[in-house]
């Protein structure tokens, strides 16, 4: 089950490391719906938790995802390493990059990280 918390102010779902799985459009969806129900404005995906089609951004699940999202108005963090994909992939190291100045979608390291932004 996904938990639900407070960091700097904000209502964070959670995702459990060994239950939700980002893989596509409709993942996202029932996130947001969760978050919603929830009344959290934050979700936090654990990085072993996005399928790797997520990663190469040619499968335009990245992409999907981030729309999603975004229409939505609900944060997306995913948290923990994603090293092994920006060490594979420029075009995905870049994308990381841009999103990452956003403040809607980020790619986090830790929850210290995670404190920081939001904080």
Known sequence: MNTISEVAGLRVLTCVPDHTTLAREQDALDLIGEAFGAEATVVVVPADRVD????????RVAGDVVLKFTNYRVRLVVLGDISRHLDASERFREFV???????????????????AKLS
Not at 52 to 59: E, G, I, K, N, V
Not at 99 to 113: Q, Y
């Open 52 to 59: 790797d089609a997520f990663f190469t951004l040619s499968t």
């Open 97 to 115: 990059r841009e999103i990452n100045r956003g403040s809607d979608i980020w790619f986090v390291a830790d929850e210290e990280a995670l404190a």
